[in-house]
């Protein structure tokens, strides 16, 4: 089945240095989405990527989705302390049917910030 | 954006024993998911709930232990049945965005069994 891999794993920073996350697709995807999770919350979604090359951008967070739509990436700009939590990315499989809607979802990468 | 409570908010319960986990959205929703969240680790999809048809379970997981109701648009519940410790986790339920692929969830349930 589809597998996604998150790395790093684990990222710590000084408050004002930049982190980026990187994810990769077995598989090509319809497109993909980027969650955060702060400690002791749920998921809430970011941003979804869909075409091929798309770069987009919310203020300090600039969201890249690769050329052959396996790979993606989040990138923060000088963080902060509430950036803390744990980013995600999540894969919608290129099929229909019953594949709809499904997302797997990345291991997640950990986000600490030193102030 | 859609508004998901869950109850109960958390439990402990005993090896053996079933929990039943409520998820209430504040609008018609088509398709309703489950996942599973352990402690520091990755959302595992159980499976997806639709009105009106039998959910459809992934991989791993199976109908008799995780048995999924979903009455209506706005509703679901998910029973965790004979639990061991290792159902010991964090069950977060989830809806799609309407034709925009996001998922919005719930704050989840924190189970711990004994």
């Known amino acids: 089945g589809q597998q996604v891999m998150q790395i790093p794993q684990y990222q710590h920073v000084q408050e004002g240095e930049d982190f980026t996350t990187y994810c990769n697709s077995s598989?090509?995807?319809?497109?993909i989405q980027w969650y955060k999770q702060r400690p002791g919350g749920h998921p809430v979604f970011l941003i979804q990527?869909?075409?091929?090359?798309e770069v987009k951008k919310q203020k300090r967070l600039t969201f890249q989705f690769g050329e052959a739509k396996k790979n993606s990436s989040l990138h923060i700009t000088a963080t902060q302390t509430t950036d803390v939590g744990t980013y995600f990315c999540?894969?919608?499989?290129?099929?229909?049917?019953?594949?709809?809607?499904?997302?797997?979802f990345g291991q997640g990468t950990i986000l600490t910030v030193h102030p | 954006s859609a508004v998901i409570s869950q109850k109960p908010s958390r439990d402990i319960c005993q090896r053996g024993t079933s929990l039943t986990i409520q998820c209430q959205v504040d609008?018609?929703?088509?398709?309703m998911f489950w996942y599973r969240q352990q402690p520091g680790q990755s959302l595992t999809l159980i499976a997806t709930?639709?009105?009106?048809?039998?959910?459809?379970?992934e991989s791993g997981f199976v109908i008799d232990k995780f048995p999924i109701s979903r009455p209506n648009l706005t509703f679901s519940t998910l029973t965790v049945s004979n639990m061991s410790p290792e159902d010991s986790s964090i069950y977060l339920c989830?809806?799609?965005?309407?034709?925009?692929?996001?998922?919005?969830f719930g704050p989840g349930t924190r189970l711990t069994v004994l």
């Open positions: 709930a639709n009105q009106g048809s039998e959910a459809t379970y």
């Open positions: 609008s018609q929703v088509t398709m």
């Open positions: 989830s809806v799609d965005g309407g034709g925009t692929n996001e998922q919005f």
């Open positions: 598989t090509t995807l319809s497109n």
């Open positions: 990527l869909v075409k091929s090359g």
């Open positions: 999540a894969g919608v499989p290129n099929a229909g049917g019953t594949s709809y809607g499904k997302l797997t």
